[in-house]
């Protein structure tokens, strides 16, 4: 099974860099995902890690330890259409969800 | 890209009645779909995996008998709230996997029984 937290809560200014960190404990490991998901909405995938390091899309980079089961999202030059909800998740032979950073960007 | 087509979005349901939802994979065949349920302000949890051709494994706590999860072809899964009541309100989203790592969620479906 997997283990997967993260905080629950972060606040930000719009402009500025917000990373939301994740730890997970995997029986078996096949990728570490990030998704957005806006209220009321399906989550829309963000990144994949399989292999350590970072990977850079646009404003939004994931990182991942394998080693030491660690992951993060970083967030750059936040929107206010960036509030949201992000998930991490751990993939096995199926994804398991951890419960979700709720970002708020004020003005 | 992969296309998961999930219907109805929403639907109101009188208790005791059943509900079914169905989930498509338009341009790919999903030979494993995943049933979720999340509450408000909570996570996505995982509530059954569907196999084409086999039975659901359900997850810990998940009733295999009230939740009907049906895959009969590489690109449809049903899932069905049987005897649905106010406490089954949720929203419940489908995911089909198409190879290791790409999982593509649907829209989600907004039941709520009263």
């Known amino acids: 099974g997997q283990n997967i937290d993260q905080p629950t809560e972060m606040t930000a200014t719009e402009g500025a860099i917000v990373q939301i960190n994740c730890t997970y404990q995997t029986s078996g490991f096949n990728g570490l995902f990030w998704y957005q998901q806006h209220a009321g909405e399906a989550p829309t995938f963000l990144s994949y890690?399989?292999?350590?390091g970072l990977e850079e899309k646009g404003r939004f980079s994931s990182f991942l330890s394998r080693s030491k089961g660690y992951s993060y999202l970083l967030l750059k030059e936040l929107q206010m259409k960036d509030s949201a909800s992000y998930l991490c998740a751990g993939a096995d032979y199926k994804l398991s969800f951890g419960a979700g950073t709720t970002v708020t960007v004020r003005a | 890209g992969a296309v998961v087509s999930q219907h109805p979005s929403w639907v109101i349901c009188k208790s005791g009645t059943s509900v079914k939802i169905e989930c498509r994979s338009l341009d790919f065949q999903a030979t494993t779909m995943f049933w979720y349920r999340q509450f408000p302000k909570q996570s996505l949890m995982l509530m059954a995996t569907?196999?084409?051709?086999?039975?659901?494994?359900?997850e810990q706590g998940v009733e295999k008998d009230k939740f009907l999860i049906n895959h009969a072809s590489l690109t449809l899964s049903t899932l069905t709230v049987t005897s649905a009541h106010p406490e089954d309100s949720s929203f419940y989203i489908c995911?089909?996997?198409?190879?290791?790592?790409?999982?593509?969620f649907g829209s989600g479906t907004r039941l709520t029984v009263v």
């Open positions: 569907s196999n084409e051709g086999s039975k659901a494994t359900y």
């Open positions: 995911s089909a996997r198409e190879g290791l790592d790409g999982y593509t």
């Open positions: 890690n399989v292999l350590d």
